[in-house]
């Protein structure tokens, strides 16, 4: 298949759901938003009659399956619509693309149904019918990995249940499994995975993931099942029960959005200005901004219109990534020519007052109204940008915001007397402290507190893993730390803390020489259940995967070579999807070598190279931050694969 064909299965694969437009009717795409799908399936069942081009014919019935499988649900019509493509006789030169996605498709509807072998069986079909190196292939091949890593990973976390069980770590498993209903990439069944995430919620509906779990809901609601009307009610359970989490700021601006894009601005500026008002550290503040201004616009409010504008192009468009435009709809622009297009639609400036809005900023940090202060300084930057003062204020935007979260966060503490809130509030606090504000005296203080109020809560048991990471990073004392860490393994013996905690006090065991108390460490990592993360190009990192490297590592320093040798044998045999496959690898190049073995030395180098080069950037940097010690310091692919080279070449 040509590179235009593989993009055109790509688009059809990303952008068919709001695509609707390429029927044969300008009604359709009216009649789908306004949630009439019924009129929409009877008018595309009509366009098939009397339609004798392949292309035509088999475009309408893609669409018909994309309204069953994404609106209606009907996922049984979904497959009987796809197979309509697949029966089409030869005679019609039915599109190869559309052929395979029309397979694709169908598995997915299988996996919708909870029927996992007719969809591998499907996804296999595809596999069948194309070589290796064919994208169609390699997606389908994908699905049938996924699922079936999905049904062992499934598997391994209703073990953890029935053995830890109401314990942090089953609820931990119980979240995990609903993510794997969730994710089309998984087992792709969101009806399944919103049963999952509200049985959680309604057995524990205040730990560390509650939150989450309820936003989750929403998300799919919105995002894969397409109902609006659910999606507000799941996201305004979140801010009524969660109202200080970061998942309420976000539940509240897809609210927003909800009422924006159904013409209801006034509305929607309700629940903008809320989160301005009670979360003014939301990572999409630039969103908000944005969208309010536009909202203002439509109900004819222009001095408030031209206000937010100039909020957003002054303050929040400077400091924006441009992969986060997606979230104000401009995918793909650049800075330069979104400030040129608003600020075409401003027609006039604000008075210029800056030096008394910089005197106020300062006089109302001092008496510590930062929720204040931040508005001013927002101001002051949007409408004079260009005065020494807006300079200023720039340079002190950054921690106004922050301790005007932290100051709303000890407001809400104040109104409420429950003791896990309380010590949640705290935590949150200090984190705020301690990764945006870089002030680790503050967030011990507050990571304390949070013990303090909720001893053996989970919210205790972050802030002493948080507590012994600031100690042992940032403040180096690491005696301090050890029984910070050892308290934390105490107080907590069965949550994800412990586990993490043990790798860490491998880690400061392993900077102290002492080899044999880091080696007990990283055992005790290793026995715990598996934590998994998804990386980019298929591979997984987890705390054990770590801890088991780095004990071949010891064993390596210490120059117990034959153990090292094991270790990494046993590591490359037991985690081929590891980020550290090829610096097992080169270690264990260095043993044989060592060990004058030059000719599986070279096998390992081979290994190696073949890693780096093929696979992604991942290997390599895991090799500069595993290897330095053999001499490997930079991170570029092809720099690094030339250095494994020149000293497989040495051997040679």
Not at 221 to 247: E, G, H, R, W
Not at 274 to 300: Q, T
Not at 371 to 392: C, E, M
């Amino acid at each position: 298949m040509c590179v235009l064909q593989i993009r055109q299965l790509v688009i059809l694969l990303l952008l068919l759901v709001p695509s609707i437009l390429h029927a044969e009717t300008t009604d359709l795409n009216m009649l789908i938003r306004s949630g009439n799908y019924e009129q929409a399936i009877d008018n595309l069942q009509k366009l098939t009659r009397g339609v004798n081009d392949a292309n035509r014919l088999s475009g309408i019935y893609h669409q018909l399956g994309e309204i069953y499988y994404q609106y209606t649900h009907n996922y049984s019509e979904a497959v009987a619509v796809y197979d309509q493509i697949l029966q089409l006789p030869p005679s019609k030169k039915v599109p190869t693309e559309d052929l395979y996605l029309a397979i694709l498709k169908k598995g997915d509807a299988y996996c919708r149904m909870n029927l996992y072998d007719k969809a591998i069986e499907s996804y296999q079909h595809l596999v069948n019918l194309t070589n290796p190196e064919h994208f169609a292939h390699q997606t389908g091949r994908q699905k049938i990995n996924n699922i079936q890593n999905a049904t062992k990973e499934l598997n391994e976390l209703q073990l953890i249940i029935a053995t830890y069980p109401n314990t942090p770590m089953a609820v931990e498993a119980k979240f995990q499994i609903s993510e794997l209903y969730r994710q089309q990439s998984q087992l792709n069944q969101p009806h399944k995975a919103i049963a999952l995430y509200e049985a959680l919620l309604n057995q524990h509906p205040s730990t560390r993931i509650s939150a989450e779990a309820q936003w989750r809901v929403g998300r799919i609601y919105q995002k894969s099942l397409n109902q609006p009307i659910p999606t507000i009610d799941a996201y305004q359970k979140v801010d009524n029960q969660y109202p200080t989490s970061n998942f309420a700021a976000d539940a509240l601006f897809q609210i927003g959005l909800i009422h924006k894009h159904n013409n209801q601005s006034k509305l929607a500026i309700k629940y903008f200005d809320r989160i301005i008002d009670k979360h003014p550290n939301f990572w999409k503040m630039y969103a908000v901004y944005y969208w309010m201004a536009l909202c203002y616009e439509e109900i004819k409010n222009v001095r408030y219109a031209i206000n937010n504008l100039e909020i957003f192009v002054n303050v929040y468009l400077p400091i924006t990534n441009p992969a986060y435009f997606g979230e104000i709809g401009r995918y793909h622009q650049t800075k330069t020519k979104i400030k040129s297009e608003l600020q075409s639609k401003i027609t006039e400036l604000r008075s210029r007052l800056h030096e008394t809005e910089w005197q106020n900023v300062q006089d109302l940090s001092q008496a510590k109204d930062y929720i204040s202060a931040l508005q001013i300084a927002k101001q002051l930057i949007a409408n004079h940008p260009d005065q020494k003062t807006a300079g200023f204020a720039i340079e002190q935007l950054e921690p106004i915001k922050f301790h005007a979260a932290i100051q709303n966060l000890r407001n809400h503490a104040l109104q409420t007397k429950d003791s896990e809130q309380i010590a949640k509030i705290n935590l949150q606090i200090a984190k705020i402290y301690e990764r945006n504000l870089q002030d680790y005296t503050h967030a011990l203080a507050s990571y304390e507190q949070a013990i303090k109020e909720s001893i053996g809560s989970d919210w205790a048991a972050e802030a002493r893993y948080r507590s012994a990471l600031i100690l042992t990073f940032h403040k180096k004392e690491h005696t301090k730390a050890i029984k910070v860490y050892k308290d934390l393994i105490n107080f907590h013996p069965s949550s994800w803390q412990t586990m993490m905690a043990n790798f860490q006090l491998g880690e400061i065991y392993r900077s102290l020489d002492k080899s044999d108390q880091a080696l007990k460490a990283y055992q005790t990592t290793i026995a715990f259940p598996e934590r998994v993360q998804y990386l980019a190009d298929g591979y997984t990192d987890s705390f054990a995967d770590r801890a088991h490297f780095r004990i071949g590592r010891v064993h390596h320093q210490d120059r117990r070579f034959g153990q090292a040798q094991t270790t990494f044998k046993e590591f490359i045999k037991s985690r081929p999807n590891s980020p550290r496959l090829a610096a097992a690898y080169t270690y264990l190049a260095f043993i044989l070598q060592e060990q004058r073995n030059y000719d599986d030395a070279i096998q390992a180098y081979d290994q190696a190279i073949q890693l780096v080069k093929n696979d992604s950037s991942i290997q390599a940097e895991m090799i500069v931050n595993e290897a330095k010690e053999l001499g490997f310091h930079h991170k570029d692919v092809e720099t690094l694969t030339q250095q494994l080279i020149n000293r497989r070449k040495r051997i040679q």
